[in-house]
């Protein structure tokens, strides 16, 4: 180099470290500013080139039209390409003239021209690329401006010396090229306008992050707006940005599924390679047991080849960042080792106090752009897994659907697919934690020399024990939820069935079972409380450790080894770097495990058997026929007997067919055999033309009730009218509060089963497809609707006259209308014909007509001979009346209904009142325009039945932290917060007296009495270990105390909760409670307070330490901790709202998911399966969007905060340096190895601060559904009714009336009745006439609002609720199950015995049913009890009264499910059972009642006709219009 620079006057030495380094005014030679310092800008953009450039070319964005910026900066490169060429030509010049020119000045000029050039060509091609702002360049900019800096200085000061310009042309140019530099700096800052072409921004708010420039990206500076924004009020959904476009679920699941689908067909292609060998080694097989084993397709694969990219961008994010992290230990060895060395000159301090500040934010911005990179690389892996897992779904059989209930499914997208998003971050450590090691361990060698090894060999056996704990702490977790999963499914039933439970006083049954489950919970969680605080205490004590037995060792083995500050504070801060990674290695393997099942249950799913699409065949068929079945067998699943066998059947194009046959026979099987969901063993199915079906149990959309029966297709208004006004719907609009935009709850709460069943025709009937698969729509509505239904939609004058019809149904009445009926029996058909024909056959199904429809000729007759004109007007009063159906599944929700309702009851008065004093039907009164317009907008108001569960806003109220801590123990919170601060004070003492030893004397080459001080300082580091193992126990005992009272709380406030407040909120916002919350109490609040607390007591620990040794900091501390505190509260608000929308916006994809496998065989019937892919990936991209800004604040507020941070290492070595003239070089390495480990707990404490404020809501939220209002006491000691009463049944209702809620109109109007004991008495009237409401009276589900009523001469509102309700027995309307045994659902106290068990099963005709279980009555019954058909559950509920056998009998509409011969059944054993019992009960089929000894029909909540039977039909009443109408008058 020296060669370059010449030799003689002009030339100069490369190198002079008397001019550079010992000196008190440092200057380099000005060879060295000549080549080196100017070479390197120019060899780091060489170096970047082919990397950029290959980067360029895979991203390009469309050009940028050239703008004054481009031309400017385009200028300014050419500008500076002439100055280097100028200095170049004065050199040759110089030559020229016999000037001894030394080479280096044609070197420089050439190499600096040449780059200027590249840089200037780099520009335009930039802007061809689109790239706005460019990295390359600033950093290229930014180095020229460094190196240029040192000339500026030096030739300034060369000048003041010498007192001339020795040369003045390089003078001159130097100075233009440097403020040409520093122009093109700030000019590269600034951003071009977007690229030409490039797709114009549709999106009203795109993320600002695709715009912002370098500078802008790398500190996230993008995101400030928005932190802003939260912080002035609180984030809403519509300030969230729009996802780039590679973030999209759409881009994202697309490449996830290539590469899924690849990898199955390599899994394909690898077994057909196999088959053929496994032929030849059948036998081989034999000896090598296990050889052949099949290969699964690998997910985990398929993930890696999506993500690769971006993995490989985190790890060469993560490789700098780990070399970087050990660069300040040594610049802090050198500034210990400048502070005992009074001579140096004082700028060297200064120069390592800039370079550690420089060092610690280059690893900040590289950091967070490493876990910017890797976090949003986790949120794409969740949502290609969500994705993945939907698609899935959507095609599985049914049987995989049987294996895993819908809540397993829908757990693998919540619980499985979150656990790869955790697992990601984690990733990395594979081989940066070992890497890390390495390092650590290498300098630390070179530091101690090997008794480093003595602390590495305590750090590698501590692993196993970390191990060890961690993994009996995964059992303890799989134990725990295993618990948890089974009191939650024990509470879904429990608010399930609600109402059953209170109907039956079953409540303290459950209430036990839930509360032995919780015990056990909380057994388990208090030992893995103690375990966690044993790992805490080796994890606080392990570094500690470690130091000391290094140090120890180091003192010990040699008495000349002394432990001077460099060393001791050098090893200090590098164990504190191995500290991170040996922590984190554990809980990696941890997660791995974890995530390694998860990837087990994914890859399990979707490698599921997926329905056959071409079992049906679609194209062809024979001519004239719609569907035809050739020798089918069907199975539901492969190892089941058959459930269809040997079909054979033709439906001609246009046919109504009815398909009949008792409980259980596969009506409905068949239906799904014509749809593809079966599994077909044998045969042939055809049929063509698109499907519309309407299954039996009705499936509603959580949507709006158009969206319901559009189901996806354009609105078409008149077809749309259509199909409304043939399913009888338009009178339920009038009354829904929102018309057909009404929202309608999930699994469609908010409809009565009637409109249930009607919306889902209406969706048949809209879709006007060519064939109809019907499966019992009309048993769900009442009979007169159901008549209205079958004239008006199915029937031969009905919409659908001309298309197919399938149709399934219990109702003989229709039979003669259809065109041919179809018996089946034991999943055969047993007959086949005209209904004209089977009955002269004389087979099974004639007798069965016969015992059943002794009138049917007589009635048509009759029906014929009334008058059109009155049938139509009579009809019309039934609909509106069947629609204002009152049940008390939809306790009105808002008054508006109400109001809406009662218009209509007046609008009925009139019509019908003018109606039949002219003999001529009027046209419904139409509403007024005002009223009109009233009514929408109230209606308006209160579409929605629930309320909006409310996203809690702004800070947590103090409250709620106090309430937590009375609950954890106020002397137990005091507690641990002191045992903290002795921790804290223990582990300063520990460092400070570490700090003195290392400053003490050495005398002859040794420290004296090296044994005292290894003894202290041993002393304090144990007590701080069990100091903080102490806090740890105390916290677990309070935090399991507070888990304990606060779920008590909420369990026994719930059970106890009127019936309106569950009709009112949905059961999974009750869910949540109990499982979300309940979880954040028990698990993870209490090591979210340790957590904080630990940061809040490092960081304090760590201010007053540098404050005792440099005291100058002080006045540094108030403008920083004004700065943190401003980020933190601009942070916190921001991020706590994000946090809330992300949750808020996170169910709906889960419950939009369970609603589709719920609903997916109707989602493939009507072919709309690729409409809900796309909804599912609407639902996912909603709440990505709020995870997005969540992961980018997570990073915003990292970078300022270390920020922070990073200052105050700077400050502490600045005042270090300026003050070492009274300090020790032992203060000096304590003060800044404390500042050094500031920036994580700082970091920490925001963290946890946020975390905590976000999971302290669980308590609010946990307190607020403990306190709400309760029903009146179970047991009233004082009044409990007589034993054995009541003894004769008599009921008496005396001016009695009700309303739902406090604020709605009267249910019951001013009722005053006598029933005798033994009465029969039947209770009939239009729907909405309350006559539920009269049976739920009798049990105070209701509370009357004025009146009495008697049994047996005691005031039911006098006794304890359960007194009254287990005396009295009901059948109710729908028939719930628990999962439980046969024997805990008829008697969950055991109160009765085996025999009489059995008895009331003979009776209620399920004995041969149950003695055919091998099980018997420990049958299981699964959720819901699923597992027996509608039938046979309303019989177990019949084999329950039966049991109780009380003096007072409630029948509610019990036979609406049932085929008539089991209905038949149910009565006799009534009448024969109950003979010397009062039975009320509310009928749907009159002929049931024709024979009690009194009928009471109720109108509009008031009594209208109470007389026996006869009597009534003679008076010819309403009761008389209702019997003639069902043939029986």
Known sequence: MDALCGSGEHGSKFWDSNLSVHTDNPDFTPCFQNSLLAWVPCIYLWAALPCYLFYLRRHHQGYIVLSHLSRLKTALGVLLWCVSWTDLFYSFHGLVHGWATAPIFFVTPLVVG??????????????????????????????????????????????????????????????????????????????????????????????????????????????????????????????????????????????????????????????????????????????????????????????????????????????????????????????????????????????????????????????????????????????????????????????????????????????????????????????????????????????????????????????????????????????????????????????????????????????????????????????????????????????????????????????????????????????????????????????????????????????????????????????????????????WAQDLPPTLHSLDIQVPKGALVAVVGPVGCGKSSLLSALLGEMEKLEGKVYMKGSVAYVPQQAWIQNCSLQENVLFGQALNPKRYQQALEACALLADLEVLPGGDQTEIGEKGINLSGGQRQRVSLARAVYSDADIFLLDDPLSAVDSHVAKHIFDHVIGPEGVLAGKTRVLVTHGISFLPQTDFVMVLADGHVSEVGTYAALLQRNGAFANFLRNYAPDEGKEHQEADSRTALEDKEDEEVLLVEDTLSNHTDLADDEPVTYEVQKQFMRQLSTMSSEGEGQGRPVPRRRLGVAEKVVQTTEAKASHALTQEEKAEMGTVKLSVYWDYAKAVGLFTTLVICLLYAGQSAAAIGANVWLSAWTDEAVVNGQQNNTSQRLGVYAALGILQGLLVMLSAITMAVGGVQAARLLHQALLHNKMRSPQSFFDTTPSGRILNRFSKDIYVIDEVLASTILMLLNAFFNSISTLVVIVASTPLFAVVIVPLAVLYFFVQRFYVATSRQLKRLESVSRSPIYSHFSETVTGSSVIRAYGRSQDFKAINDAKVDTNQRSCYPYIASNRWLGIRVEFVGNCVVLFAALFAVTGRSSLSPGLVGLSVSYALQVTLALNWMIRTISDLESNIVAVERVKEYSKTETEAPWVVEGSRPPAGWPSHGKVEFRNYSVRYRPGLELVLKDLSLQVHGGEKVGIVGRTGAGKSSMTLCLFRILEAAEGEILIDGLNVADIGLHDLRSQLTIIPQDPILFSGTLRMNLDPFGNYSEEDMWRALELSHLHTFVSSQPAGLDFQCSEGGENLSVGQRQLVCLARALLRKSRVLVLDEATAAVDLETDDLIQATIRTQFETCTVLTIAHRLNTIMDYTRVLVLDKGTIAEFDSPTNLIAARGIFYGMARDAGLA
């Not at 809540?407 to 979150?418: F, K, R, Y």
């Not at 056959?612 to 679609?618: A, H, I, S, T």
């Open 114 to 635: 040449v780059t200027m050039l590249l840089a200037t060509l780099l520009i335009q091609y930039e802007r061809l690329q689109g790239v706005r702002s460019s990295g390359v360049l600033i950093a290229f900019w930014f180095l020229c401006v460094v190196c240029g800096i040192v000339p500026f200085r030096s030739k300034i000061l060369s000048a003041l010396a010498q007192g001339k310009i020795s040369d003045p042309f390089r003078f001159t140019t130097f100075y233009i090229y440097f403020a040409l530099v520093l122009s093109a700096l700030i000019l590269s800052c600034f951003k071009e306008k977007p690229p030409f072409f490039s797709p114009k921004n549709i999106d009203p708010n795109p993320c600002p992050e695709a715009g912002a420039g370098f500078l802008s990206r790398l500190s996230f500076w993008w995101f400030t707006k928005l932190a802003i924004l939260g912080y002035r009020r609180p984030l809403e959904e519509q300030d969230l940005w729009s996802l780039n476009k590679e973030d999209c679920s759409q881009m994202v699941m697309q490449r996830l599924l290539e590469e899924w689908k690849k990898q199955q067909e390599q899994a394909a292609r690898y077994q057909a390679a196999e088959r053929p060998e496994k032929r030849l080694s059948s036998e081989g097989e034999v000896l090598l047991g296990s050889r052949a084993r099949t290969r699964e397709p690998s997910f985990l694969r398929a993930l890696m080849a999506t993500f690769n990219s971006s993995f490989l961008l985190s790890m060469c994010f993560k490789l700098i960042q780990d070399l970087l992290s050990f660069i300040n230990p040594q610049l802090l060895s050198i500034l210990i080792r400048f502070i005992s060395n009074p001579t140096a000159p004082s700028w060297w301090g200064f120069l390592v106090a800039v370079l550690m500040f420089v060092c610690s934010v280059i690893q900040t911005l590289i950091l967070h752009q490493y876990f910017h990179c890797i976090f949003v690389m986790g949120l794409r892996f969740r949502t290609g897994i969500i994705g993945v897992i939907y698609r899935k779904a959507l095609v599985i059989t049914n049987s995989v659907k049987r294996e895993s209930t819908v809540g397993e499914i829908v757990n693998l997208m919540s619980v499985d697919a979150q656990r790869f998003m955790d697992v990601v971050p984690f990733i990395n450590l594979l081989w940066s934690a070992p890497l890390q090691i390495i390092l650590a361990v290498y300098f630390l060698w070179q530091n101690l020399g090997p008794s480093v090894l003595a602390g590495v060999a305590l750090m590698v056996l501590l692993i196993p024990l970390n191990g060890a704990v961690a993994v009996k702490m995964r059992a303890f977790q799989v134990e725990q939820m295993k618990f948890k999963d089974s009191r939650i499914k024990l509470m879904s039933e429990i608010l399930g069935g609600i109402k059953v439970l209170k109907l039956y006083a079953w409540e303290p049954s459950f209430l036990k079972q839930v509360e032995g489950i919780r015990q056990d919970e909380l057994r388990l969680m208090r030992r893995a409380a103690y375990l966690h605080a044993t790992s805490t205490f080796i994890w606080i004590c392990t570094p500690f450790l470690v130091t000391l037995t290094t140090l120890g060792v180091y003192v010990s083995v040699d008495k000349n080894n002394v432990l001077d500050a460099e060393k001791a504070f050098v090893s200090v801060s590098l164990f504190n770097i191995l500290k991170i990674p040996l922590n984190m290695l554990p809980q990696l393997i941890s997660n791995l495990a974890q995530t390694s099942v998860s990837l087990k249950r994914i890859q399990h799913f979707l490698s599921q058997d997926e329905l056959d699409p071409q079992c049906v065949e679609r194209k062809i068929i024979t001519p004239g026929y719609a569907v035809t079945i050739h020798n089918g067998t069907f199975t």
